[in-house]
Structure formats: C-alpha cells, structure tokens
C-alpha cells in the first residue's frame, strides 16, 4: 500500500497520522494493518524500527475511537519502562485527535499517581509486567471490559524473565479478546507462548535483517586490554552525530560512560543500577543532543528508539546474531544512512562467523591507521590488585602480631618493586 489512505481509518485517527508525519506504511504496517483492523489474532515478527508500534497503535485507536470511553479497553505489556514510555508517546501523538486517554504502569516510581490515574478513568494502559500484577493483586486497575492485548518485544520479555509474570497476567483478563503478539526472535519459549495465547493467528513477518541494509558494518579487530584507546581514536576521527556504545556488564558501561567524561565528551550511562529519574534523564539528554554519546547494556537499552543515531559501536560483541541485528538496527533509520562498528579480540571470531553467516555476508576488516596495536597487556592494575599471597613470609611475620604482619605485607608489596602482575 502506497498510503494510509488505503487503510480506511476514521477522519480522527487520519488526522493524528498526518500530525505525526507519517506518509507511506512500513512493510510491517502494511501486511499487520489490515488484519488488526479485521480483528484478527497476530504474530508479528519484527524489531525495533520497523515501525511495529505504529502497526498496533493505529487499528487500536480506530477501534477504540466507537464505544464507551473511561475503561480500559486495550492492553499493551511491554518488557521495559523506556519501551513503554516510547509506545504511550506514540499512542498520545497518533491518537491525539480522538481525545481517547492512554497512561503508562511500570515498577521503579510511585504508585499512587498510576492509581488516581486509574481512578479517573482510562482507554488504554502501557503497562511492564511486575507493576502492572501489583495493581492487579491491588485491585486498582480493572480489565474486565478488556477487548485488545498487545505482548510487545516477547524474547525480550523471556530474556528478562517476565514469561511466568505474563502467564498469570493472563488469568486476569478475558478470554473473548484480540490478542497480538510482537517478536524480533522466535524462541521456542516463545513459540509455547504464542501457541497458547494467540486463536487461528495470522502472522506477519518482515526480514529481520532488513533494519541492516542502510548500516554500513566494519569489524576492528584489537587486543581486549586496547578496546578503550581504539575506542576514543575512532571517536577523535570519526564525524558523528549521536552515538550509541554496547557492552556487556553494567559496570563496563557505567566505568566507559565516565572515562568518556573524561576525556570530555558529553556521555552518559545506561544500565541497571540508575534511578528511574537518572535513567530518564540519560534518555532525554540523548535524544535531545545533551548527551552526545549513550553507553549501555542490551537490557538497560531496550526500547530506545532515537531517530537520529548515527554511529552504534559495539564496545563487546554481542552473544547471538540476532542481538547484533537489534543494536545495529538502531542506527540507518528512515531511510538515513548509518556506521555500525564492533570491537573484536581474538576470542569472539566464532560469533564473527555466526553474524557474517546471519547477514549473508562478510564483515569488512578496518585497522586505524597510527594505532600502536602491538602495546603489551600491562600489569594488573598496581591501584585495585590485591597483593599476592606470600605463604614462605606468612609463618614467622604471624609472631609480631596478626595486625602489624598484615600491614607490612601489604606496604612492602605496593612500596617494593613487582616481578609479577
């Protein structure tokens, strides 16, 4: 379909997709539309920046639109708070001229808004699984009149360990519903999942590996204790605009984010230990250019959805191909062009194959010019290592008292010079 004219959406919901500036559908908008407007059960396979939200959203709000307002009506259960926040966003600008209400449920913040929210009355509820049994257990949110459950980013959900949250959410709810399931991976958890809940579903399904095509890939190989200095070689030579940093443990991210500081970029962190305050606050300053540079691990960033990121580097490497499709996907976005780098040691050349074989073909090699590769791993950090076990001096240094041998074993070791690391 070339429009969404071809949609036949009412003249209120028509009205909010030419406000957000929406011209022709994505392919996941054009095979889902039409079969949620039929009322249909979907699996959708799809990541994020396909457009998947919109896909859901729009029928959603048609739907809605005709009916009693005040109740909840539809329910969309995403894995994270920034995803949901995202979806609500989506949801208020679409829908802005249907004047139906949308509110987001999540753990992390204050409960008692969310309940004078509930109270007032609500069409549509953006919920992450924990908060959304807690109002359930509560009996502040009714889903009794319950017509349309969306599960959004599923694997993610059962990454996250949400499948056993979604199951007795599921015993709250109708079981006469329109139930739409949305993956970026078919796990065969998931697989179960969709067997279960979804009735004679149509599925629709877009090459996962479409988001890639306008991403220009090179792999770096270098030595792990060198990633950080080819890291900000490549930031010091690169023309960026807004870049998006990957690594694997939230203490990776958060020491990155402030080595980046440093050196003096604006950077910030995202992962598990922030407040929900920091964590949204890391977000609005990326998207709106504060933060010139996000650091992250793969749960902390599900669901950012920025537009303009010009540059994903993979700090680590990702543990399956799939995961580096998502990353990467979140740059070369409408039709813009963007670079996706990866730093890689020798030990992660079999995941190397594995993503050149998902992609259909080979990753090019870069070397940065200049770049001393050959620097030798230092020694362990002399500042944070602790001192090596000395047993031949421990027996007659125990005589002087436990205290003072302890003490003196250390200071000699620091003081002294170090044959081993």
């Known amino acids: ?173 109708p079981s ?21 809940v979804l009735s004679n579903p149509e599925t629709v399904q877009v090459d996962n590996t479409a988001a890639a095509t306008t991403v220009s890939h090179a792999i770096y190989p270098v030595a792990q204790h060198l990633k950080t200095k080819l890291l900000m070689e490549l930031l010091q030579h690169t023309d960026t605009e807004s870049v998006l940093i990957f690594t694997r443990t939230k203490h990776r991210a958060k020491r990155l984010g402030e080595q980046l500081e440093k050196k003096g970029y604006t950077a910030a962190s995202l992962q598990g230990n922030l407040s929900q305050n920091r964590r949204q606050a890391a977000l609005n300053g990326f998207r709106d250019g504060t933060y010139q540079i996000l650091v992250a691990t793969d749960i902390a960033a599900r669901g950012i959805d920025v537009s303009q990121v010009s540059h994903v580097i993979n700090y680590d490497i990702p543990d399956t191909p799939e995961a580096y499709v998502h990353r990467i996907g979140r740059t070369g976005r409408a039709a813009r062009t963007g670079d996706a780098f990866t730093l890689v040691s020798s030990e992660d050349n079999s995941m190397v194959r594995t993503i050149e074989r998902k992609l259909g073909k080979p990753l090019e090699r870069k070397k940065v010019e200049g770049f001393e590769y050959d620097t030798k791993a230092p020694h362990k950090d002399k500042e944070f290592a602790r001192p090596p076990r000395q047993h031949n001096q421990r027996r007659p240094q125990k005589q002087t008292g436990k205290k003072s041998a302890a003490h003196g074993s250390s200071g000699a070791h620091f003081r002294g010079t170090k044959r081993s690391g």
Do not use: W
Not at 56 to 65: D, M
Not at 176 to 196: G, N, V, W, Y
């Open 176 to 196: 006469t519903r329109q139930t739409l399931l949305f993956s970026a991976t078919m796990p065969s958890e998931i697989k179960k999942l969709a067997h279960d």
């Open 1 to 173: 379909m070339k429009d969404f004219k071809g949609f036949n959406f009412r003249a209120d919901v028509a009205a909010g997709i030419e406000a957000a500036g929406y011209t022709s559908p994505t392919p996941i908008q054009a095979e889902a539309i039409p079969a949620v407007m039929d009322g249909r059960d979907v699996m959708g396979l799809a990541q994020t920046g396909t457009g998947k939200t919109a896909a859901f959203a729009l029928p959603i709000l048609n739907r809605l639109a005709e009916g009693k307002r005040g109740q909840v009506r539809a329910l969309i259960v995403a894995p994270t708070r920034e995803l949901a926040e995202q979806i609500h966003e989506s949801i208020e600008t679409l829908g802005k001229k249907t004047g139906l209400r949308s509110i987001t449920v999540y753990g992390g913040v204050n409960i008692n808004p969310q309940i004078n929210k509930l109270k007032r009355g609500t069409d549509i509820v953006v919920a992450c699984p924990g908060r959304l049994l807690d109002h359930i257990g509560q009996g502040t949110i009714n889903l009794s009149r319950l017509e349309v459950l969306v599960l959004d980013e599923a694997d993610h959900m059962f990454d996250m360990g949400f499948l056993p949250d979604i199951r007795r959410v599921l015993k709250s709810i």
